[in-house]
């Protein structure tokens, strides 16, 4: 239940086109969703995350969409660029008693090559 | 800002070998997480402190494994004795509680021969 499950696994776009990404939850009380952005040889970095009490935000080329009676939540790249070349993690945290925990679960990445 | 730092960036050691990482967390930041990275399990999260003390070492693989905060700048990650199994990159972010946004180190990649 505490698992986070990410696709697709990799995922090659042209320049210029659209990159989705999605996740899918089971936990109900997650109520954060971040996307991280690892470089190779770097940690990740927060991109971009969402709350459950919006289904979208925007920032930029990156969009989150975000279902939560589905569970879902998806990561959109408009007009994808070769810089764009990286690994894409989705990730989850909820409440604790003190605020968020900041424990975040993880999914597994997704690969993604944009190709000039 | 000099962001969260990690010390080594690449260790190698034999099998059996004491290994001591070290992470030193954004300034002012008061929760600090440590993760191993494979490409079998992902990002696990191992153990997280708040104000230097352990909340949850759930992710924490084995015994083998331990881990310190002795103040707010400094935390260490032991493996002992190590394994080729624990060959991983391992990454210690860290966190201002009240705000969401973990800030990763760029990790030491361990290799256990």
């Known amino acids: 239940q505490q698992q986070v499950k990410q696709s697709p696994q990799s995922l090659i776009v042209q320049k210029g086109g659209i990159s989705i990404i999605n996740c899918a939850y089971e936990?109900?009380?997650?109520?954060?969703f971040p996307w991280y952005q690892q470089f190779p040889g770097k940690g990740p970095a927060l991109l971009i995350a969402i709350r459950p009490d919006v289904s979208e935000k925007k920032e930029g080329r990156f969009t989150i969409s975000f279902n939560k009676s589905a569970k879902q939540f998806s990561l959109h790249i408009m007009d994808s660029q070769p810089g764009d070349s990286a690994t894409y993690f989705c990730?989850?945290?909820?409440?604790?008693?003190?605020?968020?925990?900041?424990?975040?679960?993880f999914g597994q990445g997704t690969t993604l090559q944009v190709k000039p | 800002d000099a962001g969260v730092i990690q010390s080594p960036r690449h260790e190698v050691t034999e099998m059996g070998q004491e290994v001591t990482l070290r992470c030193k967390p954004i300034?002012?930041?008061?929760?600090l997480f440590w993760y191993r990275q494979t490409m079998m399990r992902g990002l696990e999260l191992l153990i997280y402190?708040?104000?230097?003390?352990?909340?949850?070492d759930s992710g924490m693989p084995e015994d083998r494994f331990s881990a310190k905060m002795p103040n707010a700048s400094f935390s260490t990650l032991k493996i002992q004795p190590s394994e080729p199994r624990d060959s991983a990159v391992y990454f210690c972010?860290?966190?201002?509680?009240?705000?969401?946004?973990?800030?990763f180190g760029p990790g030491t990649r361990l290799t256990v021969l």
């Open positions: 990730a989850a945290s909820w409440e604790g008693v003190s605020g968020n925990t900041g424990k975040l679960i």
């Open positions: 300034s002012g930041h008061n929760s």
């Open positions: 402190f708040n104000n230097n003390v352990p909340i949850d």
């Open positions: 936990n109900t009380a997650f109520d954060y």
């Open positions: 972010a860290s966190l201002y509680r009240g705000t969401d946004t973990q800030y």
